[in-house]
């Protein structure tokens, strides 16, 4: 069965640091393409960033240099930190693999979604 189960959301006050990891289980990690998203209330869910099977990373415009994205291969894991935290980052963040099926394209998988609540 497939699995990404998330952890360390929660609240931050403004300017602090937060790390998000999401471990897999029944796939391919290592062939896999991470990401991670994020809703804020009453919008859509976005791209933060992500990472491919080669470690290739791209990062939404709104947080490009206050987020690193990394994975590691020998634990199934890949996480999320943040830094310099805005209270316009509130928001679930939810952690997604991605995986090359022939003749269907990417399959895609989600993590259950992690509150993270940016306040003084």
């Known amino acids: 069965q497939v699995q990404l189960v998330q952890s360390g959301g929660g609240l931050v006050q403004p300017g602090g640091s937060l790390r998000l990891s999401c471990v897999t289980s029944?796939?391919?990690?290592?062939?896999?393409?991470m990401g991670w998203h994020r809703r804020a209330p009453g919008e859509q869910r976005d791209l933060v960033a992500d990472?491919?099977?080669?470690?290739?990373?791209k990062y939404a415009e709104a947080v490009k240099g206050r987020v690193t994205i990394s994975r590691d291969n020998a634990k199934n894991t890949v996480y999320l930190e943040i830094h310099s935290l805005k209270p316009e980052d509130t928001a679930v963040y939810y952690c997604v693999a991605d995986i090359w099926k022939s003749g269907l394209g990417f399959e895609t998988y989600w993590g259950q979604g992690t509150q993270v609540t940016v306040s003084s």
């Open positions: 029944g796939i391919s990690f290592s062939d896999a393409t």
């Open positions: 990472i491919t099977s080669g470690g290739v990373t």
